[in-house]
């Protein structure tokens, strides 16, 4: 993988790491690509959570990289570049963000895109595009105005003022708010109980949540029954349930 994002595995924790921390892990075109080989890792993989954060203590990600821009020989280029922000949706495992500075622009598409976000008290959410002469395309304002509701996501989009970690909490943005030093160990915390239950079934749960989001509410409970009766039907539920009568530990296998 390029030097421009890290990809460690720890156990059934993966970490994504956008690592260009003196452009504020802004997005370059190369950057991108190397984002789609981690996603392709974490699918592939046996990875049962994945974390992703940005390097150095300024930023997670300042969106897309302004520069590079201006290389595109046509609109239709630039309509069809990498699409980073769609990477991160593509992530079948959980995903929990941590969010350690600055989320501008594609930096928080991409972190709506992930499934969890938790902030350190420094981070600061915006949709600065407006302040450039146009929007964001990564998917802004359908996931802003369904986790910070609709006002709140057009005072983002309409001002491009960013909010800190705070309010982004307050607005449903983030889950919770830790002191700098406690947000790496917190995302690990979470990581690391999600990568202790079934696997099959917390895919499920993604699968689940996006129906939710995204299917009528009667379609997407029946596909909720379908889906908990295809988990039912794995040996981690056997195993689930054995456990819960022997009054020990579940050993989950993904299978
Ligand atoms: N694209 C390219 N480079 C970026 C960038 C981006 N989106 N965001 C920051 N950088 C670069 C800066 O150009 C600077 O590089 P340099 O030292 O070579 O000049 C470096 O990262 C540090 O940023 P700087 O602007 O000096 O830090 P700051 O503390 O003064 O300001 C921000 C921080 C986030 C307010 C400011 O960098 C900013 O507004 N960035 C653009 C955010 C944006 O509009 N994102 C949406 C893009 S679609």
Redesign the pocket.
Same mark, same amino acid.
């Given at each position: 993988m390029s030097g421009t994002v890290d990809f460690e595995i720890d156990g059934f924790v993966a970490t994504i790491t956008l690592n260009r921390p %003196?452009? !504020?892990n $802004?997005v370059s075109r190369e950057m991108a690509r190397a984002m789609e080989q981690a996603v392709a890792r974490c699918n592939s993989e046996d990875i049962r959570a994945v974390i992703f954060t940005g390097a150095g203590e &300024? $930023?997670f990600c $300042? /969106?897309? %990289?302004? &520069?590079?821009?201006d290389e595109f020989q046509t609109l239709w280029e630039l309509r069809n570049r990498e699409d980073y922000c769609a990477s991160v949706r593509r992530i079948r495992r959980p995903v929990i963000c941590a969010i350690n500075g600055?989320a !501008?622009?594609? /930096?928080l598409e991409m972190a709506m895109g992930a499934d969890i976000r938790i902030a350190s008290e420094t981070a600061r959410l915006g949709a600065?595009?407006i302040?450039?002469g146009?929007i964001?395309g990564g998917g802004m304002a359908v996931q802003l105005s369904r986790s910070a509701g609709f006002s709140n996501a057009a005072l983002m989009l309409m001002t491009g003022d960013p909010v800190d970690a705070q309010t982004a909490c307050r607005w449903g943005l983030v889950s919770e708010v830790c002191a700098p030093d406690r947000l790496m160990p917190r995302a690990r915390e979470i990581a690391r109980a999600i990568a202790a239950r079934a696997p099959i079934a917390a895919e499920h749960a993604k699968l689940n949540l996006d129906a939710a989001a995204n299917m009528p509410a009667e379609l997407a409970m029946r596909y909720e029954l379908d889906l908990q009766t295809v988990a039912f039907a794995t040996d981690d539920a056997d195993e689930g349930r054995r456990a819960f009568a022997e009054k020990r530990h579940p050993n989950f296998k993904r299978r």
């Open positions: %003196d452009k !504020l $802004a &300024r $930023a $300042a /969106g897309s %990289d302004i &520069r590079q821009l600055y !501008l622009g594609g /930096g600065p595009e302040k450039l146009w964001g």
